[in-house]
Every structure is written in structure tokens, then in C-alpha cells.
Nanobody, 123 residues
């Protein structure tokens, strides 16, 4: 069983930066691609960023491209999402998810999900 726990969310001002962390409990973290998704009130959960098993490939949604960076530390079984120049429209619950197959931008491509961490960006 794989468990994921997000942290790092909070209330921040527009224009600031934030780093979200995702700790993954599994004996074989290297076998999982990891993605970040977010869900704003009243909206569908949407893709934010993802990273392949070895970290060589990363993907971003257009809405965060250029101001976000996803990374992973396989020794710590953790994935990070560094976000800068935050905007009020970035307000959402952010979820990390693990995929046992290949890195994906689709929710259906992920097998395990965390409980989420709330990010609120004030204007």
C-alpha cells in the first residue's frame, strides 16, 4: 500500500512563493511517477505538474508553466512543488498522486492519492 501526505500549504499574498511537499510511504518510491493536481471550490480537479520515476521528465499545466518547478528526492521518498508569483486563481486544495505505470497528466493515470493541502492566495 502506498500512502501520500502533502504539506506546505497555507495563506499567502499574491506574488509570493510557496513550496509544497509530498511524502510517499512505500518501499519502492523509485517505481512511481508522481503528479500534483489541484481543485478549486466548485471546479474539477486539474493537473498541475508531474515528474517521472527518475526525475528526468517533467510536465506542467500551462497555467503554472514558467513559475513552478517540480522535483523529487528519491532518497527521501519525497516530491516537491515550488510555486512562485502566486495568483489568487492558484487558490485550491493541492493533491499529490502516485502512478505505478508512467508519468501522466490525467487523473485516471494515478493509483494513489493524498488528502490534500490547502493553498489560499490573497490579493
Amino acid at each position: 500500500q502506498v500512502q501520500l501526505a502533502e504539506s506546505g500549504g497555507g495563506l499567502v499574498q499574491s506574488g509570493s512563493s510557496l513550496r509544497l511537499s509530498c511524502a510517499v510511504s512505500t518501499r519502492s518510491f523509485n517505481n512511481y511517477a508522481v503528479g500534483w493536481f489541484r481543485q478549486a471550490p466548485g471546479k474539477e480537479r486539474e493537473f498541475v505538474a508531474s515528474i517521472s520515476r527518475n526525475g528526468a521528465d517533467t510536465y506542467y499545466a500551462d497555467s503554472v508553466k514558467g513559475r513552478s518547478a517540480i522535483s523529487r528526492d528519491n532518497a527521501k521518498s519525497s516530491v516537491y512543488l515550488q510555486m512562485s508569483s502566486l495568483k489568487p486563481e492558484d487558490t485550491a486544495v493541492y493533491y499529490c498522486a502516485a502512478a505505478a505505470t508512467y508519468v501522466s497528466k490525467l487523473k485516471a493515470g494515478y493509483d494513489y492519492w493524498g488528502q490534500g493541502t490547502q493553498v489560499i492566495v490573497s490579493s
